[in-house]
T-cell receptor
């Protein structure tokens, strides 16, 4: 069985600072995918970044980067130069098995990030 | 990017009535869609996998007769909450992926259901 763990229920960060949101996972699959989503108070799920288990380089998307440490089974999200608009819930998620449209994606418990002006 | 549209965005219904929530893929065909439920300040819990043209696959603990899923076309899946009770009040959100090439799941806007 797969599992996603986010140990930080909430975080406060000063604007313009960098922040790391932790995520560890557990799976017996060799092929899997890791995601980070942002959920503002409106409820929509906004895709941020993806890392495949066979990707050798850490994924980056603008201010977002994923610190992928396969041996430790961790996939931490790093947000550089945080902005007030970054305040939201952040979910780490994992797709099990081969990349296909039928593969389930399960979510961690989330981290509520609050940016202080 | 691909768009998934969910309707309605919010609904209030009386106990004992049924509520239907629609999830549409607007610019792609989705043979598989996923339905999640989210309680306040909690994570998304996968309820079921909706398969076009066949029965949905429900996660353990989810009542099939309570949450009816129909995936009649490649662009539409519906979730019907039957005989709703106040404990069914929650945020329901669907998602779909476009296929093997793409990696991310696209989500609908979600439906906030309140049963009174």
């Amino acid at each position: 069985a797969q599992k996603i763990t986010q140990t930080q229920p909430g975080m406060f960060v000063q604007e313009k600072e960098a922040v790391t949101l932790d995520c560890t996972y557990d799976t017996s699959d060799q092929s899997y995918g890791l995601f980070w989503y942002k959920q503002p108070s409106s409820g929509e799920m906004i895709f941020l970044i993806y890392q495949g288990s066979y990707d050798e380089q850490n994924a980056t998307e603008g201010r977002y980067s994923l610190n992928f440490q396969k041996a430790r089974k961790s996939a931490n999200l790093v947000i550089s130069a945080s902005q007030l608009g970054d305040s939201a819930m952040y979910f780490c998620a994992m797709r099990e098995g081969r990349r296909s449209s039928a593969s389930k994606i399960i979510f961690g418990s989330g981290t509520r990030l609050s940016i202080r002006p | 990017g691909a768009v998934v549209s969910q309707h309605p965005s919010w609904v209030i219904c009386k106990s004992g009535t049924s509520v239907k929530i629609e999830c549409r893929s607007l610019d792609f065909q989705a043979t598989t869609m996923f339905w999640y439920r989210q309680f306040p300040k909690q994570s998304l819990m996968l309820m079921a996998t909706s398969n076009e043209g066949s029965k949905a696959t429900y996660e353990q603990g989810v009542e099939k007769d309570k949450f009816l899923i129909n995936h009649a076309s490649l662009t539409l899946s519906t979730l019907t909450v039957t005989s709703a009770h106040p404990e069914d009040s929650s945020f329901y959100i669907c998602s779909a992926r476009t296929g093997v090439v793409n990696t991310e799941a696209f989500f609908g806007q979600g439906t906030r259901l309140t049963v009174v």
